[in-house]
């Protein structure tokens, strides 16, 4: 239990053995955040996974009988946050669980049970004492059901998995860390949770921006206090949304025999004396939720993979599914690769790519088994295609 302002404190579970969450690779592990706040009604805002809800009950009994809640705030069915809720029930009798209209009909179908549900909508506001707790519904940021809590009366901001991070630590607060890489950590979970709902969050952005808020408390991850770190991390979702990026490359690759690999390196050379910004990835050493982190900032994606059995190979095509459902936009993408007999491959990642939201920048360079140094010289001409995007843009 740790209180984080008068009479809130913070009941959640520190997952430190998560490496995967649903295909997001978690290596620092993560934490499910519930609030409690005493007042005239005690109300728990979120809770955990079932597997953590022991530790939740802990930390709750350290500040009050859990039989006293009075109300259980789900602002996202999804599991992770509202598994504890039922095992919460059968020890607060009088408590009623608050949530929108999709929460209600989700915790119905998740949990088949007929709980005595408070469902509510943008600006309705319930009274638990001193405190009057307002409601802002914000549908697909990440799912239909997902809503904010505002507390006025401490300025603090419980918005559920927006401005939140996959990341267990014993510190609460992200100042307590390396912010750049708290906020690193916080581009990786938009890049792979939120990234297609870009239109959503700036309205989101907007409802939320008349408010007093001094602390801002989501449901993974640590907390934002200082007035600078909150400001950065509104300006950054206000650019993630609107995939505005940054005037650099990001090169990503698999190799079978070396021979896209030996292109991929030639790309990297020939970007960087154009003194243009480039990255290079291998899929065989990087997850793909890395990638995407990546892809949150990049402006120019270049793709290369070898054919086999006329198609991509398997670890390129995993990457751009998971891009399509993503649906990066404003990015431009490149194809290359090395073959044997058949291009068709290629034509499938350049239609995954415009799928996916991607413009494609011009007709990509696929090399015949192992490239000689003319072939290799091919693969200059990304570069004016490159920069006439740069210039234009």
């Given at each position: 239990?740790v209180?984080?302002?008068?009479?809130?404190?913070w009941?959640?579970?520190?997952?430190?053995?998560?490496?995967n969450?649903?295909?997001?690779?978690?290596p620092?592990?993560s934490?499910?955040?519930?609030?409690l706040?005493?007042d005239?009604?005690?109300?728990?805002?979120?809770s955990?996974?079932?597997?953590?809800?022991?530790?939740m009950?802990?930390r709750?009994?350290?500040?009050?009988?859990?039989?006293?809640?009075?109300?259980?705030?789900?602002?996202?069915?999804?599991?992770?946050?509202?598994?504890?809720?039922?095992?919460?029930?059968?020890?607060c009798?009088?408590?009623?669980?608050?949530?929108?209209?999709?929460?209600?009909?989700?915790?119905?179908?998740?949990?088949?049970?007929?709980?005595?549900?408070?469902?509510?909508?943008?600006?309705?506001?319930?009274?638990?004492?001193?405190?009057?707790?307002?409601?802002?519904?914000?549908?697909?940021?990440?799912?239909?059901?997902?809503?904010?809590?505002?507390?006025?009366?401490?300025?603090?901001?419980?918005?559920?998995?927006?401005?939140?991070?996959?990341?267990?630590s014993?510190?609460?607060?992200?100042?307590?860390?390396d912010?750049?890489?708290?906020?690193?950590?916080?581009?990786?979970?938009?890049?792979n949770?939120?990234?297609?709902?870009?239109?959503?969050v700036l309205?989101?952005l907007?409802?939320i921006?008349?408010?007093?808020?001094?602390?801002i408390?989501?449901?993974?991850?640590?907390?934002?206090?200082?007035?600078e770190?909150?400001?950065?991390?509104?300006?950054?979702?206000?650019?993630?949304?609107?995939?505005?990026?940054?005037?650099?490359?990001m090169?990503?690759?698999?190799?079978?025999?070396?021979s896209?690999?030996?292109?991929?390196?030639?790309?990297?050379?020939?970007?960087?004396e154009?003194?243009?910004?480039?990255?290079?990835?291998?899929?065989?050493d990087?997850?793909?939720?890395?990638?995407i982190?990546?892809?949150?900032?990049?402006k120019?994606?270049?793709f290369?993979?070898p054919?086999?059995?006329?198609?991509?190979?398997?670890?390129?095509?995993?990457?751009?599914m998971?891009?399509?459902?993503?649906?990066p936009?404003?990015?431009?993408?490149?194809?290359?690769?090395?073959?044997?007999?058949?291009?068709?491959?290629f034509?499938?990642?350049?239609?995954?790519?415009?799928?996916?939201?991607?413009?494609?920048?011009?007709?990509?360079?696929?090399?015949?088994y192992?490239p000689?140094?003319?072939?290799?010289?091919?693969?200059?001409?990304v570069?004016p295609?490159?920069?006439?995007?740069l210039?234009?843009?």
């Amino acid at each position: 239990m740790v209180q984080i302002k008068d009479n809130i404190f913070w009941t959640g579970y520190i997952d430190w053995d998560l490496r995967n969450f649903h295909g997001y690779s978690t290596p620092r592990g993560s934490t499910y955040n519930a609030y409690l706040i005493l007042d005239e009604k005690p109300t728990l805002i979120d809770s955990v996974k079932s597997y953590g809800s022991k530790e939740m009950l802990s930390r709750i009994k350290e500040v009050i009988d859990p039989s006293k809640i009075e109300y259980i705030i789900s602002n996202h069915t999804e599991m992770d946050h509202s598994g504890a809720i039922d095992e919460l029930l059968h020890l607060c009798p009088k408590a009623k669980v608050v949530c929108s209209p999709k929460g209600e009909e989700g915790l119905r179908r998740h949990f088949k049970k007929d709980w005595p549900f408070q469902v509510v909508q943008t600006g309705d506001v319930l009274n638990i004492g001193k405190r009057d707790l307002k409601f802002i519904l914000m549908p697909m940021v990440h799912w239909p059901d997902s809503m904010a809590t505002y507390s006025e009366h401490d300025k603090i901001l419980f918005p559920n998995d927006a401005f939140g991070q996959h990341y267990a630590s014993n510190e609460r607060f992200a100042d307590e860390l390396d912010l750049n890489v708290m906020f690193k950590e916080a581009e990786k979970y938009y890049g792979n949770i939120v990234l297609p709902y870009g239109a959503q969050v700036l309205k989101v952005l907007d409802m939320i921006a008349p408010l007093d808020v001094e602390m801002i408390c989501p449901s993974h991850g640590l907390m934002w206090r200082r007035k600078e770190d909150i400001e950065g991390m509104v300006a950054y979702y206000q650019k993630w949304a609107r995939h505005e990026t940054d005037e650099k490359v990001m090169i990503v690759y698999d190799t079978m025999w070396h021979s896209t690999e030996i292109m991929a390196q030639r790309l990297l050379a020939l970007l960087k004396e154009e003194g243009i910004e480039v990255t290079l990835i291998n899929l065989q050493d990087t997850v793909i939720s890395d990638v995407i982190t990546e892809v949150v900032s990049t402006k120019f994606l270049l793709f290369g993979s070898p054919i086999l059995n006329n198609r991509m190979l398997p670890t390129m095509a995993g990457l751009l599914m998971y891009l399509k459902g993503l649906k990066p936009q404003k990015r431009y993408a490149w194809t290359f690769g090395s073959y044997g007999w058949s291009t068709s491959g290629f034509k499938e990642m350049e239609e995954f790519l415009k799928e996916g939201g991607c413009d494609i920048l011009g007709e990509g360079v696929y090399l015949k088994y192992i490239p000689d140094e003319s072939e290799l010289e091919e693969l200059r001409k990304v570069i004016p295609l490159v920069k006439d995007k740069l210039e234009k843009d």
